[in-house]
């Protein structure tokens, strides 16, 4: 699709907006009441949606709610609470109907009837996790949360090292990770500015400290106490979600009054302990709700100077206006973290080497949603938020000359410089300070209409996100360099100057399901704008990506047309995702090498060394792209009697994946040679070296030399198939001990090669 083709498709959709009305009919207020089925008394902040209408309304202090102005009809209701378990039912809305009362049950690990389990969705290949199942699995991060997902192996939950994000795969993945969203209450998590590498022409992505630059956000830094609900998408994600590839993790915070909560967990390699609680606030101003976590562990408990630290805290502050009109709800987040790995040597071997690496920084968003009702509107989002991180490595190592001595480079201009020499032993620091910052604002605007039976809820939105580094970059003493022992060297570099990563994105979205006659179809399709540092709103200096999705669903069988299938259904999904390239990958490090052209040293005055400088300014690629994951679908969802199940066959094909791959450099320097000793060469800048002999002045004997070395630039070589078959079966419930039997799993394979020559 061109691009004046999608914004024929804006307008269409505008106009759509514009001149759909709602049917003329009587209308009706749903009102009624909502009580806590263990005490009796009123719930307050309790949420109903009818997501036919894009309609919802909240509980005032009383329990009270009010969603004007329906059409008589049926629709089907969620209700959901902090503390409380959701429901969902159906409602008649029809002419003088009476206030409902309505129940909820408080979610305790203690019902009679306790989820823990991923529950299935039914549109998109996409798994949510509740609080009582978070609960129960007494998760050290997010990352063990996944252990829930079909087709995932249980493994002992470990803060040792960085944790990533693992979809449909066994082993952890760079691209696929990177490509793995995040995002918390509406808010990706970034990790486009992380810049903690040593040298991108070197190793690429290497470093000597733990390091999830080039990859996905680390995992360990999200603590699971404090939050309500976690989505995990697979599948084809709705066209709302950017800048990914391999899919999306949705995450809720706990909005609303919970009582205190007070966790310690103590096993032999970790020490948590979390302190939470929601307060309502008096007439009806809110509620106000915080959450404290610190972590402590230890891989081997006998080695102390070997571990990992976690601290954060939440504050969150939820509330809704104008609940009997036009709601309004205003959420304010405000979170801190800070993580810290730590390794030393063993104190009784060899002293003094560190690798320490820390993590902290602070996020703040605004998000809410107004329902204004109009024929041309019925809900407007938004969402702003904004993130500063302090990333910090600090690296003490011991560097031994396997020549005993050799000349030392620190020139940042090419051509022959006379050189110093390197101790034959020495310690090096190196620090690589790092400040990313994440601007993020979304805008977007729903209507919810039907055109006789088919039902639809179009989404048209608008978003910015801004991607940036202050940190001071890599910084070390130039006389005792954290490399030794090859031509490709190291100098210092600021990240100040690296240009900020902007991305414009448009996307619009609908949700839609009709009756075809006692059977139904129901779908999602969507589509999505992303332009990289955007000069208009379709024009660039960097990239641009069209990404369509669609999710199908056709119900044939159903218990109104059959008396043996309550459900029975196929689904089918494509869908295109991309992931922009990072600052790592657009703006890598500049290439040092250094030759050595003359090399003299007896431990006097005398010794001279001269050193030929060759360096590449530009190790980026300008013809680096977006990285592309098309996904194929096809599913079978079923419910007969008290066994339900769900098969997904899918393939996907990630293309021009991020990696670094090496370039070969021949490198012409001379070599110069002085036959003899005590003829005290000397060197003359821009001519060579010389000696003396005599008294007189010779110049060296010189040939041409040439060195081969290499150095890596960013490329799109990397391509990753995934296929496979994920299933979920519920056997049913046994009576006697109230439990069902689920069984779930997957057949995955995994191909992956290299698009590039390698040298």
Same mark, same amino acid.
């Given at each position: 699709?061109?691009?004046?083709?999608?914004?024929?498709?804006?307008?269409?959709?505008?106009?759509?907006?514009?001149?759909?009305?709602?049917?003329?009919?009587?209308?009706?207020?749903?009102?009624?009441?909502?009580?806590?089925?263990?005490?009796?008394?009123? /719930?307050?902040?309790?949420?109903?949606?009818? @997501?036919?209408?894009?309609?919802?309304?909240?509980?005032?202090?009383?329990?009270?709610? =009010?969603?004007?102005?329906?059409?008589?009809?049926?629709?089907?209701?969620?209700?959901?609470?902090?503390?409380?378990?959701?429901?969902?039912?159906?409602?008649? /809305?029809?002419?003088?109907?009476?206030?409902? *009362?309505?129940?909820?049950?408080?979610?305790?690990?203690?019902?009679?009837?306790?989820?823990?389990?991923?529950?299935?969705?039914?549109?998109?290949?996409?798994?949510?996790?509740?609080?009582?199942?978070?609960?129960?699995?007494?998760?050290?991060?997010? $990352?063990?949360?996944?252990?829930?997902?079909?087709?995932?192996?249980?493994?002992?939950?470990?803060?040792?090292?960085?944790?990533?994000?693992?979809?449909?795969?066994?082993?952890?993945?760079?691209?696929?990770? =990177?490509?793995?969203?995040?995002?918390?209450?509406?808010?990706?998590?970034?990790?486009?500015?992380?810049?903690?590498?040593?040298?991108?022409?070197?190793?690429?992505?290497?470093?000597?400290?733990?390091?999830?630059?080039?990859?996905?956000?680390?995992?360990?830094?999200?603590?699971?106490?404090?939050?309500?609900?976690?989505? #995990?998408?697979?599948?084809?994600?709705?066209?709302?979600?950017?800048?990914? %590839? +391999?899919?999306?993790?949705?995450?809720?915070?706990?909005?609303?009054?919970?009582?205190?909560?007070?966790?310690?967990?103590?096993?032999?390699?970790?020490?948590?302990?979390?302190?939470?609680?929601?307060?309502?606030?008096?007439?009806?101003? !809110?509620?106000?709700?915080?959450?404290?976590?610190?972590?402590?562990?230890?891989?081997?408990?006998?080695?102390?100077?070997?571990?990992?630290?976690?601290?954060?805290?939440? =504050?969150?502050?939820?509330?809704?206006?104008?609940?009997?009109?036009?709601?309004?709800?205003?959420?304010?987040?405000?979170?801190?973290?800070?993580?810290?790995?730590?390794?030393?040597?063993?104190?009784?071997?060899?002293?003094?080497? #560190?690798?320490?690496? +820390?993590?902290?920084?602070?996020?703040?968003?605004?998000?809410?949603?107004?329902?204004?009702?109009?024929?041309?509107?019925?809900?407007?989002?938004?969402?702003?938020?904004?993130?500063?991180?302090?990333?910090?490595?600090?690296?003490?190592? =011991?560097?031994?000359?396997?020549?005993?001595?050799?000349?030392?480079? %620190?020139?940042?201009?090419?051509?022959?410089?006379?050189?110093?020499? *390197?101790? +034959?032993?020495?310690? +090096?620091?190196?620090?690589?300070?790092?400040?990313?910052?994440?601007?993020?604002?979304?805008?977007?605007?729903?209507?919810?209409?039907?055109? !006789?039976?088919?039902?639809?809820?179009?989404?048209?939105?608008?978003?910015?996100?801004?991607?940036? @580094?202050?940190?001071?970059?890599?910084?070390?003493?130039?006389?005792?360099?954290?490399?030794?022992?090859?031509?490709?060297?190291?100098?210092?570099?600021?990240?100040?100057?690296?240009?900020?990563? @902007?991305?414009?994105?448009?996307?619009?979205?609908?949700?839609?399901?009709?009756?075809?006659?006692?059977?139904?179809?129901?779908?999602?399709?969507?589509?999505?704008?992303?332009?990289?540092?955007?000069?208009?709103?379709?024009? %660039?200096?960097?990239?641009?990506?069209?990404?369509?999705?669609?999710?199908?669903?056709?119900?044939?069988?159903?218990?109104?047309?059959?008396?043996?299938?309550?459900?029975?259904?196929?689904?089918?999904?494509?869908? *295109?995702?991309?992931?922009?390239?990072?600052?790592?990958?657009?703006?890598?490090?500049?290439?040092?090498?250094?030759?050595?052209?003359?090399?003299?040293?007896?431990?006097?005055?005398?010794?001279?060394?001269?050193?030929?400088?060759? *360096?590449?300014?530009?190790?980026?690629?300008?013809?680096?792209?977006?990285?592309?994951?098309?996904?194929?679908?096809?599913?079978?969802?079923?419910?007969?009697?008290? /066994?339900?199940?769900? /098969?997904?066959?899918?393939?996907?094909?990630?293309?021009?994946?991020?990696?670094?791959?090496?370039?070969?450099?021949?490198?012409?320097?001379?070599?110069?040679? #002085?036959?003899?000793?005590?003829?005290?060469?000397?060197?003359?800048?821009?001519?060579?070296?010389?000696?003396?002999?005599?008294?007189?002045?010779?110049?060296?004997?010189?040939?041409?030399?040439?060195?081969?070395?290499?150095?890596?630039?960013? $490329?799109?070589?990397?391509?990753?198939?995934?296929?496979?078959?994920?299933?979920?079966?519920?056997?049913?419930?046994?009576?006697?001990?109230?439990?069902?039997?689920?069984?779930?799993?997957?057949?995955?394979?995994?191909?992956?090669?290299? %698009?590039?020559?390698?040298?």
């Amino acid at each position: 699709m061109h691009y004046r083709q999608f914004q024929y498709l804006l307008l269409f959709l505008f106009f759509l907006f514009l001149t759909q009305t709602s049917e003329s009919q009587e209308k009706t207020d749903f009102k009624g009441k909502v009580l806590d089925k263990q005490t009796g008394t009123p /719930v307050e902040m309790a949420t109903l949606l009818l @997501n036919d209408l894009g309609k919802w309304g909240v509980t005032d202090e009383d329990g009270l709610f =009010l969603i004007p102005q329906l059409n008589s009809g049926s629709y089907i209701v969620e209700l959901s609470c902090l503390g409380y378990t959701k429901i969902q039912f159906t409602v008649v /809305v029809k002419p003088k109907m009476e206030p409902l *009362i309505i129940e909820l049950e408080q979610a305790s690990l203690s019902l009679p009837e306790v989820v823990v389990t991923a529950q299935e969705k039914k549109l998109t290949t996409s798994s949510k996790i509740e609080q009582n199942a978070i609960r129960h699995l007494q998760p050290k991060s997010l $990352v063990d949360v996944f252990q829930l997902l079909p087709g995932q192996i249980t493994k002992n939950p470990t803060l040792a090292t960085p944790a990533q994000i693992k979809l449909r795969e066994m082993k952890e993945n760079d691209n696929s990770a =990177l490509g793995a969203a995040v995002i918390v209450d509406g808010v990706p998590i970034s990790n486009n500015a992380n810049l903690q590498v040593t040298s991108t022409t070197r190793s690429g992505t290497g470093n000597k400290a733990p390091t999830v630059a080039g990859a996905g956000i680390d995992l360990r830094s999200i603590t699971t106490d404090n939050i309500e609900s976690i989505e #995990v998408i697979r599948g084809i994600p709705s066209a709302e979600y950017g800048d990914l %590839t +391999s899919g999306a993790v949705i995450v809720k915070t706990k909005a609303g009054e919970t009582p205190y909560e007070g966790k310690m967990a103590l096993d032999p390699e970790t020490k948590i302990f979390y302190l939470g609680k929601g307060f309502l606030l008096n007439n009806e101003k !809110g509620s106000l709700n915080f959450g404290i976590d610190y972590t402590e562990s230890y891989q081997d408990k006998r080695r102390k100077y070997e571990g990992f630290k976690r601290l954060t805290g939440n =504050l969150g502050y939820s509330n809704t206006f104008l609940k009997e009109t036009k709601p309004i709800s205003f959420n304010v987040r405000l979170s801190y973290f800070e993580t810290i790995d730590d390794a030393k040597t063993d104190p009784e071997l060899k002293s003094d080497e #560190v690798i320490n690496s +820390s993590f902290k920084g602070f996020r703040a968003g605004l998000n809410g949603m107004w329902q204004l009702d109009l024929p041309w509107l019925t809900n407007l989002s938004y969402n702003f938020s904004g993130s500063y991180t302090h990333n910090k490595d600090y690296i003490k190592d =011991l560097k031994t000359v396997t020549a005993g001595t050799m000349p030392l480079a %620190t020139s940042y201009e090419e051509g022959e410089h006379e050189a110093n020499f *390197i101790p +034959s032993e020495y310690y +090096s620091e190196m620090t690589i300070d790092g400040k990313p910052f994440n601007i993020f604002a979304q805008i977007k605007g729903s209507m919810a209409f039907n055109i !006789g039976n088919w039902h639809n809820n179009i989404k048209l939105g608008v978003e910015w996100r801004t991607d940036g @580094n202050n940190g001071n970059g890599k910084q070390f003493n130039i006389n005792y360099p954290p490399v030794i022992n090859s031509i490709s060297t190291l100098r210092p570099r600021s990240y100040k100057d690296i240009p900020s990563l @902007n991305t414009l994105a448009i996307f619009v979205d609908d949700r839609f399901s009709f009756p075809i006659g006692l059977t139904e179809f129901t779908g999602r399709m969507g589509l999505r704008f992303n332009n990289t540092q955007p000069q208009g709103l379709f024009t %660039t200096n960097g990239n641009t990506t069209l990404e369509p999705r669609v999710n199908l669903r056709y119900q044939f069988l159903n218990n109104t047309n059959n008396s043996t299938f309550n459900d029975l259904a196929l689904r089918f999904g494509y869908g *295109i995702a991309a992931k922009m390239p990072t600052l790592l990958h657009l703006y890598p490090d500049k290439a040092y090498f250094d030759s050595i052209s003359f090399n003299y040293y007896d431990g006097s005055d005398s010794s001279l060394a001269v050193v030929t400088t060759k *360096i590449v300014e530009d190790t980026g690629n300008s013809n680096l792209k977006p990285s592309y994951n098309q996904k194929f679908e096809a599913g079978l969802d079923f419910s007969l009697g008290k /066994v339900s199940g769900k /098969v997904t066959a899918y393939h996907e094909k990630q293309t021009r994946g991020f990696g670094f791959s090496r370039v070969p450099l021949f490198l012409k320097h001379t070599e110069y040679q #002085v036959n003899g000793a005590d003829k005290n060469p000397f060197f003359v800048e821009g001519e060579g070296v010389y000696y003396y002999e005599n008294n007189q002045i010779f110049p060296a004997t010189s040939v041409q030399d040439t060195a081969f070395s290499f150095y890596r630039i960013p $490329v799109n070589d990397q391509v990753r198939i995934k296929k496979g078959i994920e299933y979920t079966l519920n056997l049913g419930k046994i009576e006697p001990v109230s439990t069902d039997v689920i069984v779930d799993g997957a057949w995955l394979c995994t191909e992956t090669y290299n %698009t590039q020559k390698t040298y």
